[in-house]
Structures are given as structure tokens and as C-alpha cells.
């Protein structure tokens, strides 16, 4: 079975034997948007307009030359053909720019959704950071718990000679903590 050429196999299907034209449709788009821009300018409209101008000059008044005498049938037939073809190369290049416009909103879409997104990510991290540093101690309360253990050190270094001084002062300590804390 290996000995029969492709053609002869019936599992392979044969080649097309039409002629194929192939076609860049990039091309084709980039040529046609281009000649749309083309369309659209005065430069464009003033050529036209001489052009026009010196074919009825020419066929009015140059009698020699006079191929396409009054009803200008020859130039009508120019304009239909240029229209026949300017129009279908205009709608091509206005669907090119809807294409590349859809593109460019999905693309603004996903990225407004990643913003939204890190947006409120941090605003999380925000709120949580701000929870957390409400819980840290900070640089007075610190100083006041070291000045309370400094008093407490210098008075366990130089006790007093009253007993009742002592107990009020431990009292007054644990109060002045508990209120901070609470």
C-alpha cells in the first residue's frame, strides 16, 4: 500500500486544481484605507475639479479633440466606475477603523477593570495598615511606660520611709495603665 503514489491512494484527498489567487488581506485593507484617505482631502477634490474643467473645456470648445461630445456620456461613465469602486474601498476602511476601535475599547475595558481592581486592593491594604498602626504602641506611650519604670526603679533603689505613700503610688500607676489601655 505504501507503494502508491498519493493520487492513486483513496484516504488522501486530491489538490485542488483550481487556480488560487492568493490575496494579503492586510494589504488589501492598508491600500483601501489609504485611498479612502485620499478621497477625503481637498487636494483630491481640487484635482477632480480641474480635471472635470478641462475635459468639458476640451470637448466644448476644442472641436479637433472633441471625443466625448456634450451629454458627456464618457466622463459620466469615468465617475460611475470610480464611484462603483470608491465606495466598496471606503466601507472596507470604515470597517477597518471599527475593527481597530472595538479593539481599543475592549483593551481600555480590561485595562479600566485591572485599575478598578488594584484600586481596591489597595485601598484594602489601606484600611488594614491603618488597623494595624492603631494597635502599634506609639512614641508617648512608650515614654510614659518608661518614665513609669524609671520611678519605679529609682523608688525600689530609694524607698520611701512612709508605708502609705508606696501603696498609693502603686495604685495610682495601675490606674493611669488601665485607663491608657482601655
Given at each position: 500500500?505504501?507503494?502508491?503514489?498519493?493520487?492513486?491512494?483513496l484516504?488522501?484527498?486530491?489538490?485542488?486544481?483550481?487556480?488560487?489567487?492568493?490575496?494579503?488581506?492586510?494589504?488589501?485593507?492598508?491600500?483601501?484605507?489609504?485611498?479612502?484617505?485620499?478621497?477625503?482631502?481637498?487636494?483630491?477634490?481640487?484635482?477632480?475639479?480641474?480635471?472635470?474643467?478641462?475635459?468639458?473645456?476640451?470637448?466644448?470648445?476644442?472641436?479637433?479633440?472633441?471625443?466625448?461630445?456634450?451629454?458627456?456620456?464618457?466622463?459620466?461613465?469615468?465617475?460611475?466606475?470610480?464611484?462603483?469602486?470608491?465606495?466598496?474601498?471606503?466601507?472596507?476602511?470604515?470597517?477597518?477603523?471599527?475593527?481597530?476601535?472595538?479593539?481599543?475599547?475592549?483593551?481600555?475595558?480590561?485595562?479600566?477593570?485591572?485599575?478598578?481592581?488594584d484600586?481596591?486592593?489597595?485601598?484594602?491594604?489601606?484600611?488594614?495598615?491603618?488597623?494595624?498602626?492603631?494597635?502599634?504602641?506609639?512614641?508617648?506611650?512608650?515614654?510614659?511606660?518608661?518614665?513609669?519604670?524609671?520611678?519605679?526603679?529609682?523608688?525600689?533603689?530609694?524607698?520611701?520611709?512612709?508605708?502609705?505613700?508606696?501603696?498609693?503610688?502603686?495604685?495610682?500607676?495601675?490606674?493611669?495603665?488601665?485607663k491608657?489601655?482601655?
Amino acid at each position: 500500500m505504501s507503494d502508491l503514489s498519493a493520487r492513486q491512494r483513496l484516504d488522501t484527498p486530491r489538490t485542488s486544481r483550481r487556480f488560487a489567487l492568493n490575496v494579503d488581506v492586510e494589504a488589501v485593507g492598508r491600500v483601501s484605507e489609504s485611498f479612502a484617505r485620499f478621497l477625503g482631502t481637498g487636494r483630491y477634490l481640487a484635482m477632480q475639479t480641474i480635471f472635470v474643467i478641462v475635459w468639458i473645456a476640451l470637448n466644448l470648445f476644442a472641436l479637433k479633440w472633441q471625443w466625448d461630445p456634450y451629454p458627456f456620456i464618457l466622463l459620466n461613465l469615468a465617475f460611475s466606475t470610480q464611484a462603483a469602486y470608491a465606495a466598496p474601498l471606503i466601507l472596507l476602511a470604515q470597517n477597518r477603523q471599527e475593527n481597530r476601535d472595538r479593539v481599543a475599547l475592549e483593551e481600555d475595558r480590561r485595562r479600566a477593570e485591572q485599575t478598578k481592581a488594584d484600586t481596591e486592593y489597595l485601598a484594602r491594604e489601606l484600611a488594614a495598615l491603618r488597623l494595624a498602626v492603631g494597635e502599634v504602641a506609639t512614641r508617648d506611650y512608650l515614654r510614659r511606660e518608661l518614665e513609669e519604670l524609671h520611678e519605679k526603679l529609682a523608688e525600689l533603689q530609694h524607698p520611701h520611709p512612709s508605708a502609705d505613700g508606696d501603696a498609693a503610688n502603686k495604685s495610682d500607676g495601675s490606674e493611669r495603665r488601665s485607663k491608657r489601655r482601655g
